[in-house]
C-alpha cells in the first residue's frame, strides 16, 4: 500500500516540493538583505539596550524598506496558502477513486476500505507534517530580523510561525478528505473544504485569538514620537506598553489592553489544538462513513 500510495500521490508531493524550493529561494534572497540591512543599522546593539527608543531613524529606515512586504504582502499570500495546499492534496485522495471509478479494484481485494483509508491518511498526513514543519522553519529564518522588531505574537506574524501553518494544512486536509467522501467530485470537494476552512481560519484569527487569554491592563504612558511607541501595531517599535512584541489590542479610557510577547507559545497551542481537534473530527468521520457506507 505504501508504494501504491506514492504512486498516487507523487504529483502532489513534488508540487509540495517545488512550492517549498520556492519559498526557501524567495526567503534566502530577501531574509539576507533584511540581515545586511538589520546589522549596518546597528540595530541590535540598539534594541538590547533601549527597547528601539534610543534609534527610531534606524527603526523606522528599516521598518519603510522591509515592513510592507515583509509584514503585508508576504501576509496575504501566507493567508491562503497552507488551505490551498490541504485542500489539493487531501480532495483526490477519495473522490479521486470515486470520480473514476477505481473504487471498484481498490475496495475489492484484501484490504478493507476503512484500512485502506487509515493508511492512506498516515502516509499523507505525516508527509503534510513534515512540509509544515520545514516550511515554518524557512520562514522564522527568514523573518528573524523582523521579529527582532515586531515580536512573534501581533496579527500578519503569528500565523506562519510556531506551530499553527502545520495544524492549518492539516485542518484543510481533513475537510478537503471528508468534502470528497461527501461530493465524489475533486474540485466541487476543494471548494467546499476551502471556503469553511477560510472563514474558520479568519474568526478564530480575529474574533477568538485576542481572547485566548485574558488580557492585561497598563496606564498609557507617554512615548516618543513612531516609530519608536507612539500608537500600536506591527510599525510601532516598539509598543506603546514599552515592550517589543506586545500585542495592544485596544485602548479604554486611559489603559492600554494588550497581550504580552510572553503568550506567544501558550497561543500558539492554544489555535494549534483548535485546528487539530478539527482535523481528527472531519478525518475521523471520513473513515466512519467510508467503513459504513456503500461506494
Known amino acids: 500500500m505504501i508504494w501504491v500510495s506514492w504512486r498516487q500521490h507523487r504529483s502532489e508531493a513534488i508540487g509540495c516540493l517545488a512550492v517549498l524550493v520556492a519559498l526557501a529561494v524567495y526567503a534566502i534572497l530577501l531574509g539576507t538583505s533584511m540581515r545586511t540591512a538589520f546589522s549596518n543599522d546597528h540595530l541590535a546593539g540598539c534594541l538590547a539596550s ?19 512586504e515583509v509584514n503585508i504582502a508576504f501576509w496575504s499570500v501566507a493567508l491562503i496558502v497552507p488551505g490551498l495546499i490541504g485542500v489539493l492534496v487531501g480532495a483526490p485522495l477519495i473522490a479521486r477513486e470515486l470520480e473514476f471509478g477505481t473504487w471498484r479494484l481498490t475496495w475489492s481485494q484484501s484490504v478493507p476500505r476503512a484500512r485502506w483509508l487509515t493508511v492512506k491518511l498516515a502516509l499523507v498526513t505525516g508527509g503534510l507534517i513534515v512540509l509544515g514543519a520545514a516550511m515554518t522553519a524557512v520562514i522564522t529564518w527568514y523573518r528573524a530580523p523582523m521579529d527582532r522588531l515586531t515580536g512573534h505574537l501581533q496579527h500578519n506574524i503569528f500565523d506562519y510561525e510556531g506551530l499553527v501553518p502545520t495544524a492549518y494544512i492539516l485542518c484543510a486536509f481533513g475537510f478537503a478528505v471528508l468534502a470528497g467522501l461527501l461530493t465524489r467530485r475533486s474540485i466541487p470537494a476543494m471548494i467546499a473544504a476551502f471556503i469553511p476552512w477560510l472563514a474558520i481560519r479568519l474568526v478564530v484569527e480575529f474574533v477568538f485569538r485576542p481572547h485566548f487569554m485574558t488580557p492585561l491592563t497598563m496606564a498609557q504612558q507617554h512615548c516618543a514620537p513612531p516609530p519608536a511607541g507612539c500608537g500600536y501595531g506591527i510599525s510601532s517599535v516598539p509598543q506603546p506598553t514599552g515592550h517589543i512584541g506586545d500585542w495592544v489590542l485596544g485602548i479604554k479610557g486611559s489603559d492600554l489592553i494588550y497581550q504580552p510577547a510572553d503568550r506567544f507559545w501558550p497561543f500558539q497551542f492554544i489555535e494549534a489544538g483548535i485546528f487539530v481537534a478539527l482535523t481528527a473530527a472531519a478525518l475521523g468521520a471520513a473513515i466512519w462513513l467510508l467503513h459504513r457506507r456503500a461506494a
Open 50 to 68: 533601549s527597547q528601539g527608543f534610543a534609534c527610531p531613524d534606524g527603526v523606522g529606515a528599516f521598518m519603510n524598506e522591509f515592513g510592507s
